[in-house]
Every structure is written in C-alpha cells, then in structure tokens.
C-alpha cells in the first residue's frame, strides 16, 4: 500500500488561489478567465497551462488562432474547498497499491466520478457561462460549437512528459455542457496513468493543477503538420507540410498517405510536392455528426491544399518558429467557413523535436504519428462522441 503517498493539500491550493488573486489587474477578466487575446506571459502563465500558454504566445505573435478562452486553475482549485471531497480523495490515494494496476483503474474510475460528482461552484459557472456566451456573440453563432481541451500546469515542467494523459472533448454546445466538460476535464488529472506516472516521477498530488481551454472548433478543408525545417536533412530554408483532406483522421488510421510538400523559406515557391490518392475523408456533416465519406473521384489524385494555402502555412510557421527563436512543430487547418486568403488556422505550435534527435525519416512516410496531435484536436473518437 501507498502509506506515504502524496496526497490533496487544500492550504497549498488556497495560497496558489491568493498569489493569482493579488496578481490579477485586468479589471475585463474574472479570477477564472482569461482570453487568449489577451494573455500576459508575466500575470497568466501559471495559471492557465502549458497548452493555454502557448494558444496565448501564439495570439501574441499574431497568428491565426482560433478564439477562445482559458478557465483559470483558480477555478480548478475553487472545487477543493469542500472538505469532505479532500477527505476523500485522500483516503482513495492512500490506499493505493501501485502493483496492481487492475485496482488502481478502478481507483481512478472512483476517484472521478466523486469529482464530477460536486457542483461547480456558482461563481465559476457564472463566468464560464458568461464568456462561453461572449464567444458565441463574438463567433455570431447562439451555440458555437467549442473544444474543452485539459491543460495542466505539469506541461509546463521540463523534466516530465504528461502529454496525453489528460482529456480532451470536441463539439461541445451550450453553456451547461461546456460546464460540465471542464469539470471532466479537472477530473482527468487523476487518470490511472497520471497518478502512475506522477507517482513513478515523484511529484505531488497537489503540485499540478488543471486549467481548462474553451476554444472555437475548426471545420476543416484540409489539415496537416508543418516543420520549419526539412526533417531529412535538416535543411532550415525549407518548410515541409504534410496535408490531407477533412480532420486527419484517414492519415492517423493508416486509410490515406498524406500529401507532402516543400515550400522555400525565402522565395516563398513549392519547392516539391508529393501527391497521393486520399480515397477517403473524415468530414462533420450538416447533422454535427464525424463521419468517414469517400472522395469524389475528381478530388483523390488532387492535392489537398492549394499553393496559396502552401505558403500562407509556411509564412505562419516561420513567424510562429521567429517568435520562438527555434525551429517548430505546427499544427494547422483550412477552415472551410472562411474566405480564401484568411482561411489558414493556427492550432498549435511547439519545439520541433525530429531533426534534434537526429531522426531522419520523412516526417508521414509510413508513419502516421506526426498527424495524431492534430486529429486528437479536431476530432474526438466517435464513440465518445456518441456518449457524450
């Protein structure tokens, strides 16, 4: 057993929730929201996330992300003033017996529904529902769909890997809902594999929060990765970018290759360009529903992506990799519902990782990794979909 296992701290938390309160200035912002447009590096960092983070980097930088909102881990920590809920949470990690995986599965399954069993607490579902309706007036639809993506302060730690370990959930609607996906969402951080690997790294319980990002859903075209570097050589005055038809998830599932192009930093021109058969795509339909649909004959030899998509991603990848000062891994999509020209979304960007550690394979030749990330941000497995 777990005698000594760390354990829910609520006097930690509380102090975490004073630091942000006396640091807040914005008078615009609540203590449990903050706009990505309008993200401070200095006041927001801590309390958003290393996923929220860097969406608000990104909107400081002026690229094209969509819009959205952070729920602060002040909302997060709110839900630990009920003592009875600290009381137990801390009984089930103590008796934890990290050998027997089978139990702690059942542990964390506990361990969740106890968490999402509490109410959020009045304040905070008043400022959520306040700034999910803000975002639909912004976005001019009554119930813009939105993903509620987990972002926990652990991102942030640069000896530890949690990507993964936390929840994500696609094409919410409604207030109520995106209430009740945060609350999952806070929930994740006590995932089976979390605890495990919180426990086998040797931190805290209580040393990680969870921030909340509640973001504009993309309906894509097209969508892909892109790497301000040639990844077989490399070479820094090239971008290569893979795209394919709808959300990616053809590629990720091993259905379609990829198409993968080339573009010149400097002269701005599609250097190469490979084109393969895309015979099939995963689109949202007019109903809300994922679904995976053949293409058009006349569409699966044609590129994916125009060359004026093409170079608008490698401009927005090297603004994106000149406001970081290093090479970068981005994520993008064409969002169908915008004019050509300004249709080119940013999604993500992060350290590009595959030169440095001296792989150099193509970046989707018989691999589909490079486009996981980006379908676990446009889609969500349909049948979570469906319990959802």
Excluded at 114 to 130: C, F, H, K, L, N
Excluded at 242 to 251: F, I, Q, S
Aim: aromatic content about 6%.
């Amino acid at each position: 057993m777990c005698e000594a296992c760390p354990i829910i701290d609520w006097e930690h938390e509380l102090t975490t929730v004073r630091s942000f309160v006396a640091t807040r200035v914005d008078s615009a912002m609540t203590d449990h929201i903050v706009w990505f447009d309008r993200y401070d590096r200095d006041l927001h960092k801590g309390f958003v996330g290393g996923k929220n983070a860097s969406l608000g980097e990104m909107m400081m930088a002026e690229l094209p992300v969509p819009p959205g909102f952070a729920v602060t881990t002040n909302a997060y920590e709110s839900i630990w003033r009920d003592g009875d809920l600290v009381d137990d949470i801390n009984g089930l990690l103590r008796g934890i017996d990290h050998d027997d995986h089978a139990a702690n599965i059942e542990t964390s399954r506990r361990i969740r529904a106890r968490m999402e069993a509490v109410p959020v607490p009045d304040e905070v579902a008043a400022d959520i529902t306040e700034a999910y309706e803000a975002l639909c007036r912004h976005c001019e639809i009554d119930d813009v769909a939105v993903a509620v993506r987990s972002s926990a302060t652990a991102e942030d730690l640069p000896d530890a890997s949690f990507a993964g370990q936390q929840d994500t959930y696609l094409w919410i609607r409604s207030a109520d809902e995106v209430i009740h996906h945060v609350r999952r969402c806070w929930s994740s951080l006590f995932t089976d594999r979390a605890i495990a690997y919180r426990h086998s790294m040797g931190y805290l319980h209580h040393s990680i929060a969870m921030s909340v990002g509640v973001q504009k859903m993309v309906d894509p075209v097209a969508a892909g990765v892109a790497f301000t570097l040639n990844p077989t050589n490399g070479d820094r005055s090239q971008v290569a970018i893979d795209a394919a038809w709808g959300l990616g998830e053809a590629v990720v599932s091993g259905e379609v290759t990829p198409d993968n192009f080339l573009v010149d930093k400097v002269l701005r021109e599609v250097v190469k360009r490979e084109i393969s058969d895309k015979h099939v795509e995963y689109r949202l339909t007019p109903d809300g529903v994922v679904k995976k649909l053949p293409v058009e004959e006349e569409r699966r030899t044609q590129p994916s992506v125009t060359d004026e998509d093409l170079v608008g991603v490698a401009i927005l990848a090297r603004k994106a990799e000149k406001h970081y000062g290093c090479p970068q891994d981005v994520e993008w999509a064409i969002d169908r519902h915008l004019p050509a020209g300004e249709n080119v979304v940013m999604l993500q960007s992060r350290p590009e990782t595959v030169w440095s550690q001296k792989d150099v394979k193509a970046i989707s030749r018989g691999n589909g990794d490079p486009m996981s990330s980006i379908v676990s941000t446009l889609l969500s497995p349909l049948h979570d979909k469906n319990k959802n």
